[in-house]
């Protein structure tokens, strides 16, 4: 994706989320860098120096999950103005940490990114939780003493009732204890690139978009088989015929030892797709 020499964005990507312990930071700004090729290099290194220097702003001496929650409010939101408004959902931007770190604007996941990243570069016990239709950030020990807060309304604390109501709101179900677990840095990522995938699908002339993420979420070590087949079907709408056909027949031959029927639609589709090449 970029034109400079050495490793390309993807396989910088790639190597990146085969790493023991994945840097969710690097991951972010390299999807950033996939989206546009002008925020990698240096505009990716500056984003690193910026949570290093954010980090480097907060406190000495915190200790309890609440301590944490007010001095990084104070710092990110209060301080320099990281919320989210309802704008943020229109706007490519918004998913990209790169952009996020320099508009101070974003989705609830990205601004999430943000207050974990330093809030851990400080030494605080943070993580992800990623609610349905929802992403916050948990402060101290997931099975012990913390706090939830909202990085969307500038770091608000979010007591049971609240966060009951946040996945009401959001996704129209109840709370339950399982959708409070720690977030994987890989599951983070993947629905990074799932919410960009979204918000491209609606318009034609973003099926690039929609490509280029599905790219990268099949460089993932763990991701939905379908989502071969997805991309397959993306190729013949881009006018990839062959290219589209090649990677649905592949699919069917997957899929055929335990879904014959699924996998004859699949062969008859890459045959209309083959046909339109004539």
């Known amino acids: 994706m970029s034109d400079m020499t050495g490793p390309s964005v993807r396989e910088r990507f790639a190597a990146a989320a085969r790493e023991e312990r994945p840097d969710l930071a690097e991951l972010c700004l390299l999807v950033?860098?996939?989206?546009?090729?002008?925020?990698?290099?240096?505009?990716s290194d500056l984003?690193?120096?910026?949570?290093?220097?954010?980090?480097?702003?907060?406190?000495f001496g915190l200790t309890t999950p609440r301590q944490w929650a007010a001095a990084l409010h104070r710092l990110l939101a209060a301080?320099?103005?990281?919320?989210g408004s309802a704008a943020d959902y229109h706007r490519l931007e918004s998913s990209l940490l790169q952009e996020v770190l320099r508009r101070r604007r974003?989705?609830?996941i990205l601004l999430s990114v943000v207050w974990m990243e330093v809030a851990r570069r400080a030494g605080a016990?943070?993580?992800?939780?990623?609610?349905?239709?929802?992403?916050?950030?948990?402060?101290?020990e997931p099975d012990g003493d913390h706090v939830l807060v909202d990085p969307f309304e500038g770091g608000r604390v979010l007591s049971e009732e609240d966060t009951g109501l946040l996945v009401a709101g959001t996704a129209g179900t109840a709370l339950t204890p399982s959708m409070l677990a720690p977030a994987d840095p890989l599951d983070i990522v993947r629905r990074i690139l799932n919410n960009i995938r979204a918000w491209a699908s609606p318009r034609p002339e973003r099926r690039p978009v929609q490509l280029w993420t599905l790219d990268l979420t099949l460089l993932l070590p763990r991701h939905p088989a379908k989502l071969r087949c997805e991309r397959a079907r993306l190729l013949v709408a881009m006018g990839d015929f062959l290219g589209g056909a090649l990677e649905l027949e592949e699919y069917a031959q997957v899929i055929g030892a335990f879904d014959p029927e699924s996998a004859a639609g699949l062969r008859a589709e890459a045959r209309a797709a083959r046909a339109m090449l004539n």
């Open 47 to 59: 984003a690193q120096i910026e949570l290093d220097r954010l980090a480097g702003l907060l406190p």
């Open 125 to 140: 016990p943070v993580y992800g939780v990623g609610l349905p239709g929802h992403f916050v950030v948990g402060l101290g």
């Open 32 to 43: 950033g860098a996939a989206a546009d090729p002008a925020l990698d290099g240096e505009p």
């Open 79 to 83: 301080g320099h103005g990281f919320q």
């Open 106 to 108: 974003g989705l609830p």
